[in-house]
């Protein structure tokens, strides 16, 4: 039974009676179909002593339910040529699939099979404990990948977005299977539900699908998202013996749904989101100080993070940190030039669409602005936008965004603790 149904074009969103939203787009060129079961429920939303529990939930969803062992789920998807996947953030769990249209019903099986019946077994969980415990130290062990880390904890601290998405060694070995029941009857219920499609689908028969393997779901539950506290500044030093010294320099970023992301795009753009950006320009093609560093945004639904990644020597360390401060200046003081700002909306247009070509980026497209958003942008609305950006609008979030007070470093590498200070974040 459907409660309510919203059509656009070729998107359509339903809400079936028990809360789960079904967001689509149908795009009758393709002959793929790419679905992703949503649940509004991440690292975030877990407790301290559970640290990993949403990660480690996702990793045995895969181990075999009532009716499938895990050999089956995979040799049933590849006998289709079709795949299958999973990932954890901070905000949210998402499982997928992508197959032939003519192969949805068999996706749709499968997914809800896995996320409704999962037998959590003992022996799955600990063999999966084994292998988590192993990914944290692939993890740690990955400077360019751990540094991400670090700064999260610089940033947010003992705050549940500070934790890692995996957890750590302490909380991954208390996790059992009650605890893992109660994080699912607590966390994937309906209303935190939102299942997206997109490629060449039938809607009246993906809902008759869909109605039939989740309508019946009926879980309820009262959970709050602990609101993230102010950032300030600070910095975290780890000291390890490697050839580089890999940083990121962090600031206030934006919420999703900020009114001002479109300036948020193009300043990241600007400042490190390419090859022609200023900071790859500069650090690396003018003086060679860097082989990698690019700026990055992270937003969520009630804060953001934008930041700066670099891996340099340890004896440029100093000197790229403080031409990125300089580049953060510069944008607070200098108004970019109409052909600069022309040029990154050209390109964040022609990468935003290009990215939307295949039927899995649509699909990731439609469940974030149904969850943030709880409602569909087509293309032309979100270039409008673009548009709109002016000189002005991006100094002015420079301002607004790259104050000393929210400056937050993280260093990991053959760096001194006492060489670093907060001195060292001024812009």
Same mark, same amino acid.
């Given at each position: 039974?459907?409660?309510?149904?919203?059509?656009?074009?070729? $998107?359509?969103?339903?809400?079936?009676?028990?809360?789960?939203?079904?967001?689509?787009?149908?795009?009758?060129?393709?002959?793929?179909?790419?679905?992703?079961?949503?649940?509004?429920?991440?690292? %975030?939303?877990?407790?301290?002593?559970?640290?990993?529990?949403?990660?480690?939930?996702?990793?045995?969803?895969?181990?075999?339910?009532?009716? %499938?062992?895990?050999?089956?789920?995979?040799?049933?998807?590849?006998?289709?040529?079709?795949?299958?996947?999973?990932?954890?953030?901070?905000?949210?769990?998402?499982?997928?699939?992508?197959?032939?249209?003519?192969?949805?019903?068999?996706?749709?099986?499968?997914?809800?099979?896995?996320?409704?019946?999962?037998?959590?077994?003992?022996?799955?969980?600990?063999?999966?404990?084994?292998?988590?415990?192993?990914?944290?130290?692939?993890?740690?062990?990955?400077?360019?990948?751990?540094? $991400?880390?670090?700064?999260?904890?610089?940033?947010?601290?003992?705050?549940?977005?500070?934790?890692?998405?995996?957890?750590?060694?302490?909380?991954?070995?208390?996790?059992?299977?009650?605890?893992?029941?109660?994080?699912?009857?607590?966390? $994937?219920?309906?209303?935190?539900?939102?299942?997206?499609?997109?490629?060449?689908?039938?809607?009246?028969?993906?809902?008759?699908?869909?109605?039939?393997?989740?309508?019946?779901?009926?879980?309820?539950?009262?959970?709050?998202?602990?609101?993230?506290?102010?950032?300030?500044?600070?910095?975290?030093?780890?000291?390890?013996?490697?050839?580089?010294?890999?940083?990121?320099?962090?600031?206030?970023?934006?919420?999703?749904?900020?009114?001002?992301?479109?300036?948020?795009?193009?300043?990241?753009?600007?400042?490190?989101?390419?090859?022609?950006?200023?900071?790859?320009?500069?650090?690396?093609?003018?003086?060679?100080?860097?082989?990698?560093?690019?700026?990055?945004?992270?937003?969520?639904?009630?804060?953001?993070?934008?930041?700066?990644?670099?891996?340099?020597?340890?004896?440029?360390?100093?000197?790229?940190?403080?031409?990125?401060?300089?580049?953060?200046?510069?944008?607070?003081?200098?108004?970019?030039?109409?052909?600069?700002?022309?040029?990154?909306?050209?390109?964040?247009?022609?990468?935003?669409?290009?990215?939307?070509?295949?039927?899995?980026?649509?699909?990731?497209?439609?469940?974030?602005?149904?969850?943030?958003?709880?409602?569909?942008?087509?293309?032309?609305?979100?270039?409008?936008?673009?548009?709109?950006?002016?000189?002005?609008?991006?100094?002015?979030?420079?301002? %607004?965004?790259?104050?000393?007070?929210?400056?937050?470093?993280?260093?990991?590498?053959?760096?001194?603790?006492?060489?670093?200070?907060?001195?060292?974040?001024?812009?």
């Amino acid at each position: 039974m459907v409660e309510k149904r919203i059509t656009e074009g070729l $998107y359509q969103k339903i809400v079936l009676h028990n809360g789960i939203r079904i967001v689509t787009e149908k795009i009758p060129y393709l002959r793929s179909v790419s679905i992703g079961i949503w649940i509004n429920s991440g690292s %975030r939303d877990e407790e301290d002593k559970n640290s990993g529990i949403s990660h480690f939930l996702e990793h045995l969803a895969f181990k075999g339910t009532e009716k %499938r062992s895990a050999r089956q789920i995979a040799f049933e998807m590849d006998s289709i040529g079709g795949q299958i996947d999973a990932f954890t953030s901070r905000e949210y769990t998402c499982y997928s699939a992508k197959v032939l249209d003519e192969h949805l019903p068999v996706a749709i099986d499968l997914l809800s099979d896995i996320l409704l019946n999962s037998t959590l077994k003992p022996a799955d969980i600990d063999k999966e404990r084994q292998v988590i415990l192993e990914e944290v130290k692939f993890v740690e062990d990955n400077p360019a990948d751990y540094i $991400y880390d670090l700064l999260y904890q610089s940033v947010w601290s003992s705050h549940p977005l500070g934790r890692s998405i995996l957890g750590n060694h302490e909380s991954i070995e208390r996790i059992d299977r009650n605890k893992l029941v109660n994080h699912l009857d607590n966390h $994937y219920i309906p209303k935190n539900i939102i299942i997206a499609a997109a490629g060449n689908i039938n809607e009246d028969r993906l809902k008759e699908l869909l109605e039939k393997a989740f309508g019946s779901l009926n879980k309820n539950a009262s959970s709050s998202r602990e609101a993230p506290p102010e950032i300030k500044r600070n910095f975290i030093i780890k000291e390890r013996e490697l050839e580089q010294v890999h940083f990121c320099l962090g600031t206030k970023g934006l919420r999703s749904a900020d009114e001002n992301r479109f300036e948020g795009y193009l300043l990241n753009t600007i400042l490190g989101g390419s090859m022609s950006s200023r900071l790859f320009q500069k650090i690396r093609e003018d003086y060679g100080l860097a082989y990698s560093i690019h700026s990055f945004i992270s937003p969520y639904a009630d804060t953001g993070l934008l930041g700066i990644y670099a891996g340099t020597s340890a004896e440029f360390f100093e000197k790229v940190l403080k031409m990125s401060l300089e580049e953060f200046k510069l944008l607070m003081t200098v108004k970019v030039s109409g052909d600069e700002l022309k040029k990154a909306k050209e390109q964040l247009k022609g990468n935003l669409m290009l990215s939307l070509e295949s039927s899995s980026s649509r699909m990731n497209q439609l469940a974030k602005q149904e969850m943030y958003f709880e409602r569909f942008f087509s293309m032309d609305e979100i270039i409008d936008e673009i548009e709109k950006v002016t000189e002005e609008k991006i100094q002015r979030l420079a301002n %607004r965004l790259f104050d000393n007070s929210f400056l937050n470093l993280a260093v990991l590498g053959p760096v001194k603790k006492e060489k670093v200070s907060l001195d060292l974040l001024e812009v």
